[in-house]
């Protein structure tokens, strides 16, 4: 599973944030990792340097394995509960989604069949 984190320019200490949110993902993520090819994360301030709530934005698609790409936004105060929001919202939308073609395979066995073959 790779994982590639972006900043925008108003995101400070943007290598340590990109080395915490990576190793954030990998854990967080490792259930899901044989299914996912791809993980972007973009990180920004939207309102730059003036003061404002739930200002900074935490965006995450997740590329999964024969389904459309999987992606959320969370927007908090602080970007560590941006990313920590996002986290918590991409595990779910990637439950969700698995699920559903785990559900589907397992009410068709022939395309299950047809599958491993």
Known sequence: MLIEVNTDNNIEGRQELRTYVA???TDELNRFSERISRVEVHL???NANK???NDKRC??????EGLKAV???HHAGTIHQAIEGA????K???DHAI???RDRNASNPEDVLLDQS
């Not at 986290?87 to 991409?90: A, H, N, P, S, Y």
């Open 59 to 64: 965006m995450i698609e997740a590329r999964v």
């Open 23 to 25: 190793s954030m993902l």
């Open 99 to 101: 699920g559903r073609v």
């Open 92 to 94: 779910k939308s990637l």
């Open 44 to 46: 920004g301030d939207e």
């Open 51 to 53: 003061e404002s709530d």
């Open 71 to 73: 992606a959320v936004t």
């Open 87 to 90: 986290t918590d919202k991409i």
